[in-house]
């Protein structure tokens, strides 16, 4: 039986269900003993459904000296008021995404936590699956040497085609940036680095949304185009849209000195890699005796041989859309049993904040935008985590 961490969940929605069936079924570290929500009929009919000792109210949760880890699963709104409220009750966080709506909000949390001894961290811990972890290893290795370039690009149509209650997307704090730029500036930060500067642009591109039958006018800009440099020296573009029906851009691609690497989605745990090889396309054209066209028509005919499938590091699930949720809240637990920092720091999740309100910032003022916070980069996942982790 493996040492397990007491854990407790607030906020018993809609992404709860995946945390706490992973959490029961999956994250042997783990023992989940509390729920809570605003609504106390909503945690006992969670308690009731997963096996849960205990429901009832935030206070009840909270005053439990057993539990040890507190999951935020609330809205974003209320992200940094819960989060306090855990804290100061002298208990780890774990929140999704992001940490705190406002940067100074955010900077006021880590504070809290460092001062108190404890961990506060936000989702999203996509970048500790296969996916982005056989990527950094890509890196890690030197395969495609110094990297100088990237693009990262979200685009759909918008949350109101699926979602069964889409309102809140295109009201304040709302929009593709807040949504969907975690995952991207997560693992960008994961690989590259910190970020240095942000520059952004943003529109409503369509700015009468249907939601559920009404139009409604967007508050929020719904695409998104930024520049970003990193201090490793990478300059690339993000582009996080709700007015798009289809391109043909990667979601995330890493250019360096010596090749190209895609990377996987980074909302996603596993999926697709692949890398191009620069040096075996500059040796095969050298190769080459005759001169043009010869060395241009090899150039162009051999990129098929130089790019080839990356298998992930580490098993995976089949289905790259699995969603192994709780990845980040294992590891953190395993953090603390074993005394190590976690893989997903409190740098992280602020420097993410702090690069979404930059990049807002931007948006509105035209100004370049200088990032303040720095971030470390952790340790790659342990691979052994599939055998403690997911049976
Ligand atoms: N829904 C998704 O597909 C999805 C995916 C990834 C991440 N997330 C993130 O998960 C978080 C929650 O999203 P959701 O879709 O589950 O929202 P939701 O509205 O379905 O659920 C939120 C729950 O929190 C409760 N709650 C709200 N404020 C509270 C408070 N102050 N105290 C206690 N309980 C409170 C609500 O009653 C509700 O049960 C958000 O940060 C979101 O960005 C959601």
Sequence with gaps: MKKQVKVGIIGCGTIADVY??????????????????????????????????????????????????????????????VNKQILEAGKHVYCEKPLAMKFSEAEELVHLASESGLCCVSAPDTFLGAGI???REVLDRNEIGKPIGFTANMTCAGHELWHPNPGFYYRNGGGPMFDMGPYYLTALAYLLGSIRRVSCFAEKGRPI?????????????????????????????????????KTGLPLLEIYGTEGSVE?????NFGGKASIFDGVKLRETVAAVQDPFPAKLFTMMTAQEECHQDLPLTFPSDPDPRSNMRGLGVSDMAQALLDNRPTRLSMELSLHVVEALNALESSAKTGQVYTMRTRVEQTEPMNKEWALWEVQ
């Excluded at 989940?32 to 009840?60: C, F, M, N, Q, R």
């Excluded at 930024?226 to 990478?234: H, K, N, Q, S, V």
């Design 20 to 81: 706490m069936t992973n959490i029961t079924q999956h994250y042997g570290n783990l023992n989940l003993i509390w729920v809570a929500d605003l609504y106390v009929e909503k945690a006992k009919e969670a308690a009731e459904k997963y096996g849960i000792a205990h429901a009832g109210t935030v206070e009840e949760l909270l005053a439990d000296s057993e539990v040890s880890i507190v999951l935020d699963l609330t809205i974003p709104a209320a992200h940094y008021s």
């Design 133 to 135: 972890q056989t990527v």
């Design 209 to 245: 949304r249907d939601i559920l039958g009404k139009k409604v006018e967007s508050e929020v800009p719904t695409t998104y185009t930024a520049i970003l440099e990193f201090d490793c020296g990478a300059i690339g573009t993000m582009t996080m849209s709700f007015d798009t029906w």
């Design 263 to 267: 990377v996987p989605d980074p909302n």
